[in-house]
Nanobody, 120 residues
Framework: EVKVVESGGGLVEPGGSLRLSCAAS????????MSWVRQAPGKGLEWVSA????????SYADSVKGRFTISRDNAKNTVYLQMNSLQREDAAVYYC?????????????WGQGTQVTVSS
């Protein structure tokens, strides 16, 4: 069974930093694009960032560009989201998505989410 698990969320003051992690585990053959999306209270899903399989190509939503950095460790099937200069508007549940190949074929997998709260 493939699992995708996020961690690293928490409470941070405006201007602070957090580092989110997302690890995929199970009978995985290859992990392709990994992404982060978020959902603030009362709002829809917002795409945040993505990174390709090799890690050489990254993309960001305009709202986080210059403040967030996505990276990955393929040996650990893990993607990270370094979030700096956090703003109140960044408060949300952050979800990780992994497109990967397992014994079940090629599928998208989602984590359960990790809460980020930005408050003084």
């Amino acid at each position: 069974e493939v699992k995708v698990v996020e961690s690293g969320g928490g409470l941070v003051e405006p201007g602070g930093s957090l580092r989110l992690s997302c690890a995929a585990s199970g009978r995985i053959f290859s992990v392709y694009t990994m992404s982060w999306v978020r959902q603030a209270p009362g709002k829809g899903l917002e795409w945040v960032s993505a990174i390709n399989s090799g890690g050489g190509s990254t993309s960001y939503a305009d709202s986080v560009k210059g403040r967030f950095t996505i990276s990955r460790d393929n040996a650990k099937n893990t993607v990270y989201l370094q979030m700096n200069s956090l703003q109140r508007e960044d408060a949300a549940v952050y979800y990780c998505n992994a497109l990967l190949t397992s014994n079940m074929g090629v599928q998208n997998y989602w984590g359960q989410g990790t809460q980020v709260t930005v408050s003084s």
